[in-house]
């Protein structure tokens, strides 16, 4: 489904990724581990076409991208329906009047009828257990209740990839534990989730598979969860724990 | 789980004109890009003390506006070719490509003067836009804004002011960064037909002027908490070095060139 040769990025001058090789297929739920300013956060700018790379090739679903296709409008907007993209601060993804149009922007646009998207909204409400606020200003919730509104908002698009910036970030515990399980349930259903998050107590339940950047932005490990989490040394090397890693 | 989450969803877009996010999109990077150029280590390279530079920068284009000399100014074009030379490709092609166009556009409106035969005038007065703006814009590609402001206390600026200035480059790049993302946000989640595009940009604008009274307000209690009383102090570590005498020659040099072709 996702398919990543050789790709490597960087800004005015700054590699910001270098050699990713990569593939992802439908279904999957993979998590990308990895200190600060490991390239984690491009790589998702990448694979949501926001970024096109420096060197290499990404393709999505055997398509390859590029910044000339992606200058198609209807190209362009048919892959962005296709992967939805979750930002690291929900602030930035919320821009309308009330949630219950927040959620119904996408569907609006998709030409759906009022009923439809009544339905559609009704549904991501619902889902997210966060009906009570659909009146309500996006700009007035709390933290995990805007992360819970800018996750409704891209899975009213029904995007067969779901890609989360940092998620647990500023999140309380249970909401952390509510969003994994959440997740958990939406690749259960099919979807592929794509994952960065610095959080190790919660990734092996997050995702089978983890990818490890280090510090020279490519990448160090490509394991099961399980597998890579043992491997303390590892972690070490790359400067994503230190010394006093696991915590008892 | 509803039924229409776990289905593939068939969908084709239909068209319709959007190009406004993208020019969006292209006009906020191109500011960042800018404003993240001005960290690069290339600046203040010339180890020449801001407040010299923003100084000689000052009296040049005053000299330039006094001149009636066609000869200075072409000795001080020639200077600033120079300096311009000792610049990156891409800093001469943005320096030289805004100058050029203003020049140009001040000749184009001079255009009638030409005709009626004042010719050496015209092109005395697009030679100075020219080398006026070629000389501010050397110093802003040069010095970190930072810098300029805070040379700005030794010319007897308030310190406050310096405060503002330094603050509104700050927010300019901490909001800049955060309409980019909504702008992002807003591109990914228009898979369709908008038919209200100024409206999901109104609500952008409306976050962002919330977002920005919040971090305002952040700030504000946070430097109170630091003890900020309404009084900020610039410090300025004033060290003399050989390029600052050098650029004093200079300085001197062109002052001389003035005085001497000025009697001409």
Request: aromatic share 10%; glycine share 6%.
């Amino acid at each position: 489904m996702i398919d990543l040769k050789e790709v490597s990025y960087s800004y005015e001058g700054t590699i910001a990724l270098k050699n990713i090789n990569l593939h992802i297929e439908k279904g999957e739920a993979v998590a990308l581990l990895g200190a600060n300013g490991t390239g984690k956060s491009t790589l998702l700018k990448l694979l949501n076409g926001l970024l096109s790379p420096n060197q290499g090739v990404y393709r999505f679903n055997h398509q390859e991208i590029t910044p000339k296709k992606l200058k198609d409008p209807i190209f362009s907007k048919k892959f962005h329906q296709k992967i939805g993209f979750v930002f690291q601060n929900s602030d930035t993804q919320l821009f309308c009047p009330d949630v219950y149009d927040e959620i119904a922007f996408g569907p609006r646009q998709m030409g759906m009828n009022e009923s439809e998207v009544a339905k559609r909204v009704n549904d991501c409400l619902d889902l997210l257990g966060i009906q009570s606020f659909k009146h309500r200003q996006p700009y007035h919730l709390s933290g995990g209740e805007k992360r819970k509104v800018a996750i409704a908002c891209v899975l009213a698009l029904n995007p067969e990839v779901l890609i989360l910036d940092e998620p647990m970030n500023g999140l309380d515990p249970r909401t952390q534990r509510w969003l994994v399980d959440f997740l958990a349930t939406l690749n259960q259903a099919g979807k592929t989730v794509i994952t960065s998050t610095h959080n190790l107590d919660l990734v092996q339940e997050l995702s089978k598979r983890a990818i490890l950047f280090d510090e020279s932005h490519g990448i160090a490990a490509d394991l099961p969860t399980e597998t890579l989490l043992e491997k303390i040394d590892l972690l070490k090397r790359v400067n994503l724990v230190d010394e006093s890693y696991p915590f008892h | 789980m509803p039924d229409w989450l776990v289905k593939n969803q068939p969908y084709s877009p239909p068209p319709d004109k959007d190009q406004f996010i993208n020019k969006s999109i292209l006009s906020i990077l191109r500011i960042l890009s800018k404003l993240k150029s001005q960290s690069g280590y290339q600046m203040d390279k010339f180890q020449v003390n801001a407040a010299l530079k923003v100084a000689f920068t000052f009296l040049l284009v005053i000299l330039l506006s006094l001149s009636t000399s066609y000869t200075f100014i072409l000795v001080v074009d020639v200077y600033l070719l120079v300096v311009l030379s000792l610049m990156e490709g891409k800093e001469i092609v943005k320096i030289l490509s805004v100058s050029l166009a203003m020049a140009i556009f001040t000749f184009m409106i001079l255009l009638p003067n030409v005709v009626l035969g004042n010719t050496y005038t015209s092109m005395m007065i697009t030679l100075k836009v020219l080398s006026t703006l070629i000389a501010v814009n050397i110093l802003s590609h040069s010095t970190r804004w930072h810098s300029i402001t805070s040379a700005l206390r030794r010319f007897g600026v308030p310190n406050i002011f310096i405060l503002v200035l330094d603050i509104t480059i700050k927010y300019i790049s901490m909001l800049g960064d955060f309409s980019l993302n909504m702008l992002y946000s807003l591109k990914l989640r228009s898979v369709g037909r908008n038919n209200n595009k100024y409206a999901s940009m109104a609500g952008i604008s409306g976050t962002m002027f919330i977002k920005s009274k919040e971090m305002a307000e952040d700030m504000y209690a946070a430097m109170e908490c630091r003890g900020f009383t309404g009084e900020y102090t610039v410090h300025n570590k004033w060290k003399w070095s050989m390029a600052d005498l050098l650029y004093i020659l200079k300085t001197v040099a062109i002052i001389t060139a003035f005085l001497y072709w000025g009697r001409i």
